[in-house]
């Protein structure tokens, strides 16, 4: 999920004077790519899988073993049985914390365990906790957890208040670990069965990969407290548990992996990518990856959410973009049951990364980002499984009702206009 709310984030960049606009961008340093990605080989080779290993941070690791969660339903009694298990560390990092009945079960769950004797840490972007209630965060606190709220508004630097944390990653005793989409809130409980329960996926992961996403945390947890996590009770040794050969990549203002790994997977694709993504507003390279995809007769499909979707300025940025995308043979679908808030790329059925990550300015180049990278065919299956019956549910948007599209809407002006902080 991006900031709260679409058009108080107008607000704030109007009443800012454009100063979020432009020290929004300047917070990621370096240079980042700027030229298209020159397709050298495709995502079952060995040259994919060295390249992708070297330039985005850790290597691909084998031995693991990852379980698919669907929905609250699946999601949250998995998540919460875990954090009951634990006897050594709890590491919990996650932008949405809302008050509702899933937030005071893992509120317990989180306290209970402190209170235990467990080394509970949880990092609760201030932002989207800003709805997490005064009772939950004094209960956390009262029973030990330690508690670090990021980039807070009292932040002496404001620019740093454009930077946040959109991970959603849990590790327990270092050798359980959740990636995915699911924020802590009630939106997410059900079975996507209404508008009020969304459509995601997470999950849950065990093998010598937990220990890349533990430092992910771990170096967050670093930078905020600065305070070292290490130790047995951290990074165990950690025995094969599957078959699944995976990399856990970081993506923020300081890092460009998430950047990269997209621009480099999509110029890898040689016959199919798939991307369903809840805020796709991708830039103009990566929309020029795509297209050039298409045009070497790749099977590109992207599920993206419908009218059913919490951030309707992201929609109409993203809607102006589609008619040169379709007309190269790129083919949308909109997501009609309900909000669908899954991250999900599947690259010619082996490659998959899945996360926190989206499509958008603001992950790639703003906030804090996690996503786990899989190369092995039955995994992509799995996930390709789920896509298509997503796209069942979805409509494909044609050219023809996207004729004019430029002209037809002020307010798609003015999204085009702040697209680079959406």
Not at 64 to 69: A, D, Q, S
Not at 139 to 163: C, F, I, M, Q, T
């Given at each position: 999920m991006n900031l709260n709310n679409s058009w108080g984030r107008i607000f704030a960049l109007a009443t800012a004077g454009g100063f979020l606009f432009f020290d929004g961008r300047a917070l990621k340093m370096g240079k980042q790519p700027r030229q298209e990605i020159?397709?050298?080989?495709?995502?079952?080779?060995?040259?994919?899988?060295?390249a992708a290993g070297s330039l985005l941070g850790p290597n691909f690791i084998p031995g693991?073993?990852?379980?698919?969660?669907?929905?609250?339903?699946?999601?949250?009694?998995?998540?919460?049985?875990a954090i009951q298990s634990?006897?050594?560390?709890?590491?919990?990092?996650?932008?949405?914390?809302?008050?509702?009945?899933?937030?005071?079960?893992?509120?317990?769950?989180?306290?209970e365990r402190a209170q235990a004797g467990v080394k509970v840490n949880a990092i609760l972007d201030a932002q989207g906790t800003q709805k997490m209630g005064r009772q939950n965060l004094e209960?956390?606190?009262?029973?030990?957890?330690?508690?670090?709220?990021?980039?807070?508004?009292?932040?002496?630097?404001?620019?740093?208040?454009?930077?946040r944390t959109h991970r959603k990653l849990l590790i327990i005793d270092g050798k359980i670990g959740f990636v995915g989409g699911a924020g802590i809130a009630d939106l997410w409980t059900g079975n996507a069965d209404s508008p009020q329960h969304w459509r995601d996926n997470h999950y849950r992961v065990t093998g010598p990969v937990v220990a890349q996403l533990q430092a992910s945390f771990a170096i967050s947890w670093l930078k905020i407290r600065g305070e070292v996590l290490h130790g047995l009770n951290y990074f165990p040794p950690l025995a094969n548990?599957?078959?699944?050969?995976?990399?856990?990549?970081?993506?923020?203002?300081?890092?460009?992996?998430?950047?990269?790994?997209?621009?480099?997977?999509?110029?890898?694709?040689?016959?199919?990518?798939?991307?369903?993504?809840?805020?796709?507003?991708?830039?103009d390279l990566v929309r020029k990856e795509l297209i050039e995809a298409a045009k070497r007769s790749a099977k590109v499909e992207i599920v993206v959410p419908g009218k059913k979707i919490d951030?309707?300025?992201?929609?109409?940025?993203?809607?102006?973009?589609?008619?040169?995308?379709?007309?190269?043979?790129?083919?949308?679908?909109?997501?009609?049951?309900?909000m669908v808030h899954v991250k999900l790329m599947i690259v010619d059925d082996i490659f998959v990364s899945i996360g926190s990550g989206n499509f958008d300015n603001r992950s790639v180049r703003l906030n804090d980002e996690a996503n786990l990278d899989v190369l092995d065919r039955d995994f992509a299956a799995q996930?390709?499984?789920?896509?298509?019956?997503?796209?069942?549910?979805?409509?494909?948007?044609?050219?023809?009702?996207?004729?004019?599209?430029?002209?037809?809407?002020?307010?798609?002006?003015?999204?085009?206009?702040?697209?680079?902080?959406l």
């Open positions: 020159v397709p050298l080989y495709s995502t079952h080779s060995a040259e994919f899988r060295q693991n073993n990852i379980t698919t969660l669907v929905n609250g339903n699946q999601i949250f009694p998995a998540m919460l049985g634990a006897k050594c560390s709890i590491n919990f990092e996650t932008y949405t914390f809302w008050d509702g009945e899933i937030a005071r079960r893992f509120t317990e769950a989180l306290a209960r956390l606190r009262d029973a030990g957890v330690e508690v670090a709220k990021y980039h807070s508004g009292l932040w002496p630097d404001p620019r740093r208040y454009n930077n548990t599957g078959p699944y050969l995976a990399q856990a990549i970081r993506g923020g203002a300081h890092y460009e992996n998430l950047d990269l790994m997209y621009l480099l997977a999509i110029a890898s694709a040689q016959k199919t990518l798939r991307i369903e993504n809840a805020y796709f507003l991708p830039d951030q309707k300025l992201v929609r109409l940025a993203s809607r102006r973009h589609w008619p040169e995308l379709i007309r190269a043979g790129v083919r949308i679908f909109e997501y009609q049951p309900t996930q390709t499984h789920l896509f298509e019956n997503d796209k069942k549910q979805s409509r494909e948007v044609t050219a023809v009702e996207l004729r004019g599209l430029h002209f037809a809407n002020p307010f798609q002006q003015a999204a085009g206009l702040v697209a680079p902080q």
